[in-house]
């Protein structure tokens, strides 16, 4: 029969049937301790576990030179493994795995509790140094994850923790059932003295595989559990955690294997079962599975508060000029890559928020936070070696051009320095800003954006600024394939009939408030020569569109084959921790050395350089650029499907994951942004976020995390479809 440790033989006689169990005499301690563990299961019944057949002298164990023998009862049933599974028999396995624990609380054995197995989960960090060896980029970082969750949720509170020696391996070819119950257990080689719910929480993890809807199924395994020995709930709030650990716990053990015997196909079936369920826990909210598995045995979870109370209490220090999104706003607990958790217990999938460019709290941009704050945080006054290492990593993402970068904290205080530098080099007060385009916060930031200084509140245009027409091919005056040159050519016309010099030209390749609408192809192409030659610097807005979103491109003004003179950077530069630049080309940056000093705080500093620069390597290991390409043509492909099926869509544009789609009435494209604002909402309840954007806020805006899947598309999409249905 098989083995790990031991050579083990079925032995059949007329005395009945028998396990005959042959270990290295280096065992001889182990097998003592586990007998022991074995003897002192009283109250299960008798062929509940393989019990000791005593030898001639009255003993356990025989030494012989082969090794130490160890003769035991064998258990009959089948494999909870070989079986259909049904609530009642989950319930069972609760019950008797509580009935084996209840026999041991209290039970001490020098040999079992002096080990430190691989296996037990107060150990994992044994098994955490293996993850180095998961050869998928992808799947590696949920591992990364739930290690840094392990850290935070279940190391402080361990010795807290109720122990006692427990069997520590409930898998389901443990695990023996009859007649629809939990019968029997085998295999004690791995008992250890260890906190008490793992022994919980080893079941749940392996009776939940290939579950649709694993909580439901753990439940009654609590719930049978806590019938015997009830369970504290501190227990209960770390068990959706130590779950996750167990599997991080196989994952990794199964590439280690896999390294050693990479043509394993007994290993990579083996393995599969618990990588489905660690993606598919990812995707469940920490509060819901905590709520359930309370509710499992007749708890209730602290209530948690009305969201207006919540939105009462902002509104006592905060002014209302903060908006919210959605009729509902979310009151938010915590996120991962592309998912988003609520108070509430619901996981909501983000198709919208474009800052956490490489995923939520991704492990990596996480861990080289918390490594370099812990280490040193200071100013670019001091010399460190982050600073440098992350401008030369920055700068060779673009053309050789552009070779010297200014870091600051925030898109809008980028934009306010690259009109500095621009005005600055030049010496002329004019700029070029396109219609709708937004570059910030500041008072120079909104001073160069339409979309601010027109709308309500705003102040108007300065003399100093020119518009351009926004060259839009759905809406805007031109179409086909010469649009972007006559669109240009309107532009020329334009500034040469404004009499004022000019010291730059700026926008963002796809304008984003807008409504996602990418400039007309080769628009950039006529104006960046013809700005030029007027005096001015061409500036392109990379905030929204940089860092591989486009998929076919590093950079939007890429897309139109053109190398601007300044380039501004914000949002996801930091995956959501506050940073923005400028990069420029070194005359502007000499002739912005004019005797002012240019500093920034927190501009620079060796925590916002390292988590910059993990950022950047997220990008390139798990190649994310090239799954927003290809992600993002799907996208653009079902949003397509629809439009062929809803004349409600007027339009579907965009590049990568940066897509808009655009809502109309008729077919005079009058915009609906009733049924954008509904689609938007129906989806939040529904949990799925994207919002509205553009002049009529008719166009649903959605721009994810680039990890997103070709499977979250489809979840958008059919949402949509359901609602444009109804």
Known sequence: MDGYISTNYKVASDQGTFVLKVYPQSKFEDVTGETAVIKELTNLPEKAVSRPVENKNGRSLSITESGVLRLLTFVSGKFLAEVDHTIPMFESMGQFLASMDKDLIGFRNSAIESRKLDWDLQHINQSRQLKEVIR??????????????????????????RKSIIHNDGNDWNILVNDNKVS????????????????????????????????????????????????????????????????????????????????????????????????????????????????????????????????????????????????TPIYMHGAAFQYMYDQYGNTLLDAYNNIPHVGHQHPKVVEAGQTQ??????????????????????????????????????????????????????????????????????????????????????????????????????????????????????????IENHPIDLSAFVAEPIVGCGGQVPLAEGYLKEVYPMIRSRGGLCISDEVQTGFGRMGSHFWGFELQEVVPDIVILGKPMANGHPMGAVVTTTEIAEAFDNGMEFFSSFGGNPVSCAIGSAVLHVIEEENLQENALSVGNYYMEQLGRLQNDFPEIGDVRGSGLFIGMELVKDDSKSPNTALASRIKNELRNQNVLVSTDGLFDSVIKTKPPLCFSHQNVDEVVEKIQTILKN
């Open 373 to 494: 704050m812990a280490k040193l945080n200071t100013n670019t006054r001091y010399l460190y070696n982050e600073l440098a290492e992350y401008a030369e990593r920055l700068l060779s993402k673009f053309p050789e051009s552009l070779n010297k970068v200014y870091f600051v904290n925030s898109g809008s205080a980028a934009s306010d320095l690259a009109i500095r530098l621009a005005q600055a080099y030049t010496n002329n007060p004019g700029i070029v800003v396109m219609e709708h385009g937004y570059h910030g916060n500041t008072r120079q930031g909104i001073e160069i954006s339409q979309y601010k200084y027109d709308s309500k509140g705003g102040t108007g245009k300065s003399n100093s600024i020119v518009q351009a027409a926004i060259p839009d091919t759905y809406r805007g005056k031109y179409t086909g394939l010469n649009a972007g040159i006559q669109f240009a050519k309107d532009l020329k016309t334009q």
């Open 184 to 327: 029997g257990i085998i295999d004690f080689g791995d008992c250890s003295y260890t906190p008490l719910i793992n022994e919980l929480a080893i079941a749940i993890t392996y009776a939940i595989f290939e579950k649709e809807d694993p909580i439901k199924w753990a439940k009654p395994i609590i719930s049978g559990y806590h019938q015997i020995i009830e369970l504290e709930e501190q227990e209960l709030d770390i068990l959706y955690y130590l779950i996750a650990g167990r599997l991080c716990m196989s994952v990794c053990k199964s590439a280690n294997e896999k390294n050693i015997q990479p043509d394993s196909e007994y290993i990579t079936i083996s393995e599969k079962p618990a990588w489905d369920l660690l993606r598919k826990w990812i995707a469940i909210n920490p509060i819901h599975a905590r709520s359930e598995f309370y509710a499992a045995v007749g708890k209730e979870t602290a209530p948690t508060r009305d969201i207006d109370e919540i939105i009462s209490k902002r509104l006592e220090h905060l002014s209302p000029i903060l908006s919210m999104s959605y009729k």
């Open 136 to 161: 998928s980029p992808e799947d590696k970082k949920v591992v990364d994850y739930f290690f840094l969750q392990w850290d935070q949720h279940v190391y402080p509170v361990l010795p807290s923790l």
